[in-house]
C-alpha cells in the first residue's frame, strides 16, 4: 500500500491509471501471502497480469460445447480450445517453477540453507508441501492438488479485490460530496499521521459504508458461484426440483426495489444506522455468498479494500483528467467472471499531506 501511494505522489499532478495500479497492489499482496515475495510484470517472460486476465476471462466466457455437447467442435473452430490449453500450460510451467523454488529452499520466506526450524515465516506453498510430505491428513495433496489451489487463491483474490477498489474510486469520482464526506472523516480520524493505520480505519463508520454501497452495487461476481438443490421445493410457484444447479444473482437482488429504495443511487447513508452487513446473515446483500460457500476470504479482501481506499483520499485530493464531471464518466462492464469496469478508471491526484 505505501508502495502504491508513492508511485501516486510520483505521479502527481499527472493522469494516472488507477485500474492498472489496483491491479498491480492486489496481485503483489496475494503474491506475498502465497509466495512469499513479489515477481515482476515479465519475470522470467512470464507476465502474470495478463495471464491471469486471460484465465479469468476464460472462466466467464460462454463456450458453446460446454453447454452443447454435441456442438463442441465450435470450440475447436472459434479457437477457443487451442486458448484454453496455452493458457494452462503457461500457468502450469510457472507454477511448477514455484513449488521448485519452495522445495530447494530458494523462495523468499525461507532463504537458501535455511532449515524449516530457523524461524522463517511460512508462505502458504511451505504450508501446502509441509502438508504433502508429512501426509499427515486424510486426504491427498498431490503436486497438481497444491498449484490448483494457488491458482484458487489468485483467481479469487485478486480480480474481485482491485474491481473493488475500481468501483469505489469511480463512484466516488461521480459524486463529490460523497467524496468529501469521506475525505472528512477519514482526515478527522487520522490526524497529521502520514498514513491511515488498520486501527485508525477501524473507527471509520462512513468509510465501511461507502464499501457497503460499493459492494452492493458493484458485486465482483455479479452471478455467485452456483449451488445444486439437496431436495424437491417450491419457491414463489416454481418447482425446483433436487440436483438442480442454481445460480444466484447477486445483481439483481442488490438493486431489487422491494428492499432497496432509489436502488440505482449511489448512497452510503443507507448504511450508516443500518444492521445489514455483507458477511452471510443479511440475504439482501450478499456478494460474498451465504452458508457453508460463503467467500473464506472476506476479512483478508476488506481489510485491503478500506485500508488503500482510506489512504488514497487521505493522502490526496482527486479529479477526472481535464477537470471533467462525474457524470462524463463510462459506466460500462467488462463481460467475464467478475464484472469490473470494461474502460480503465483514469484519474489526477493532488497530495495534501505534508511530508508524504
Excluded at 317 to 337: H, K, N, Q, V
Aim: charge should be negative; aromatic fraction near 8%.
Amino acid at each position: 500500500m505505501t508502495h502504491l501511494m508513492g508511485k501516486i505522489k510520483g505521479k502527481a499532478s499527472s493522469v494516472v491509471n488507477l485500474s492498472e495500479m489496483f491491479m498491480t497492489l492486489t496481485n503483489n499482496v496475494i503474491f506475498r501471502v502465497a509466495f512469499g515475495r513479489t515477481y515482476s510484470d515479465s519475470e522470467g517472460g512470464f507476465n502474470f497480469q495478463k495471464l491471469l486476465k486471460e484465465f479469468l476471462e476464460l472462466l466467464g466466457s460462454f463456450r458453446v460445447g460446454d453447454f452443447i455437447p454435441w456442438l463442441a467442435w465450435i470450440n475447436w473452430v472459434d479457437g477457443s480450445d487451442a486458448k484454453v490449453e496455452r493458457v494452462v500450460k503457461e500457468f502450469d510451467q510457472f507454477l511448477e517453477q514455484v513449488v521448485k523454488q519452495h522445495q530447494n529452499g530458494r523462495g523468499n520466506s525461507r532463504k537458501h540453507g535455511e532449515s524449516e526450524d530457523d524461524g522463517a515465516v511460512k508462505d502458504i506453498v511451505d504450508v501446502l508441501l509441509d502438508i504433502h510430505k508429512e501426509k499427515a491428513t486424510s486426504f491427498t495433496m498431490g503436486r497438481d492438488s497444491i498449484k490448483a489451489l494457488i491458482l484458487d487463491i489468485f483467481s479469487s483474490g485478486t480480480d474481485t479485490t482491485y474491481t473493488v477498489l475500481e468501483w469505489a474510486m469511480t463512484e466516488l469520482l461521480r459524486h463529490p460530496i460523497v467524496m468529501e464526506e469521506l475525505q472528512k472523516e477519514v482526515r478527522g480520524i487520522t490526524g497529521e499521521n502520514l498514513y491511515v493505520s488498520e486501527d485508525d480505519s477501524e473507527q471509520m463508520k462512513y468509510l465501511k459504508a461507502v464499501i457497503k454501497e460499493t459492494l452492493r452495487l458493484h458485486p465482483p461476481i455479479p452471478l455467485l458461484a452456483p449451488r445444486q438443490s439437496t431436495q424437491d421445493t417450491k419457491i414463489n410457484g416454481y418447482d425446483i426440483p433436487a440436483g438442480v444447479t442454481v445460480i444466484n444473482n447477486a445483481w439483481v437482488i442488490h438493486r431489487d426495489p422491494a428492499t432497496w429504495a432509489e436502488p440505482e443511487n449511489f448512497n452510503p447513508e443507507r448504511f450508516l444506522n443500518s444492521p445489514t452487513d455483507f458477511r452471510g446473515q443479511n440475504f439482501e446483500l450478499i456478494p460474498f455468498g451465504a452458508g457453508r460457500r460463503i467467500c473464506p476470504g472476506i476479512t483478508f479482501a476488506i481489510a485491503n479494500d478500506e485500508l488503500v481506499l482510506a489512504n488514497l483520499v487521505h493522502k490526496f485530493d482527486w479529479m477526472l483528467p481535464g477537470g471533467a464531471g462525474g457524470e462524463t464518466l463510462d459506466m460500462s462492464e467488462c463481460i467475464g467472471l467478475t464484472a469490473h469496469r470494461k474502460i480503465p478508471l483514469h484519474a489526477m491526484a493532488n497530495p495534501v499531506i505534508a511530508g508524504n
